[in-house]
């Protein structure tokens, strides 16, 4: 018989950086390593590390821009069977203004970027990523909301 903790919840935690244009146009980024799937910019929390300063090393790391997030968007509760568990971060990062000129890929990890609008993020995402940032970008006015899967819970239970 285990152990109470061996019931506890061990989750993988990433966390992303939302920029939006004044056109409402998200910023996506090309993983070298994917073929046609695109992502926002961001990553796996390390250990010790908090879900906003992981998102601050990660705009550093792929798009060489020291970026404070701004605020929570969205906590996006997402297991899946190959991760298990998983709670994914969405911050706001704000308008890129003049720091988009600054954007440097380093073409290993990242070889495109493309602003892409909110009714064609189905074209270049994976599911789940295109729900949450459905969801986030049309929640976002009301604060940050938690998502089950990419959907307000409500939603989840429904399907």
Same mark, same amino acid.
């Given at each position: 018989?285990?152990?109470?903790? +061996?019931?506890?919840?061990?989750? @993988?935690?990433?966390?992303?950086? !939302? &920029?939006?244009? %004044?056109? *409402?146009?998200?910023?996506?980024?090309?993983?070298?390593?994917k073929d046609d799937t695109w992502e926002i910019p961001g990553g796996t929390v390390e250990s010790g590390?908090?879900?906003?300063?992981?998102?601050?090393?990660?705009?550093?790391?792929?798009?060489?821009?020291?970026?404070?997030?701004?605020?929570?968007?969205?906590? +996006?509760?997402?297991?899946?069977? @190959?991760?298990?568990?998983?709670? !994914? &971060?969405?911050? %706001?990062? *704000?308008?890129?203004?003049?720091?988009?000129?600054?954007?440097?890929?380093?073409?290993?990890?990242?070889?495109?970027?493309?602003?892409?609008?909110?009714?064609?993020?189905?074209?270049?995402?994976?599911?789940?990523?295109?729900?949450?940032?459905?969801?986030?970008?049309?929640?976002?006015?009301?604060?940050?909301?938690?998502?089950?899967?990419?959907?307000?819970?409500?939603?989840?239970?429904?399907?």
């Amino acid at each position: 018989m285990g152990s109470p903790e +061996d019931t506890y919840a061990t989750p @993988r935690v990433a966390a992303g950086a !939302l &920029f939006v244009d %004044d056109r *409402g146009r998200v910023l996506l980024v090309h993983p070298t390593y994917k073929d046609d799937t695109w992502e926002i910019p961001g990553g796996t929390v390390e250990s010790g590390e908090s879900p906003a300063a992981a998102c601050r090393r990660e705009i550093r790391e792929e798009l060489n821009l020291d970026r404070e997030p701004q605020r929570l968007i969205a906590v +996006d509760w997402a297991p899946n069977e @190959r991760d298990g568990d998983k709670l !994914l &971060f969405l911050f %706001d990062c *704000g308008p890129l203004g003049e720091d988009e000129t600054r954007i440097i890929l380093n073409g290993e990890e990242l070889d495109r970027r493309e602003w892409v609008d909110a009714d064609d993020l189905d074209d270049y995402l994976i599911p789940r990523l295109s729900r949450r940032l459905r969801s986030a970008l049309q929640f976002a006015r009301a604060g940050s909301t938690y998502l089950e899967h990419g959907l307000p819970p409500v939603a989840t239970a429904a399907r």
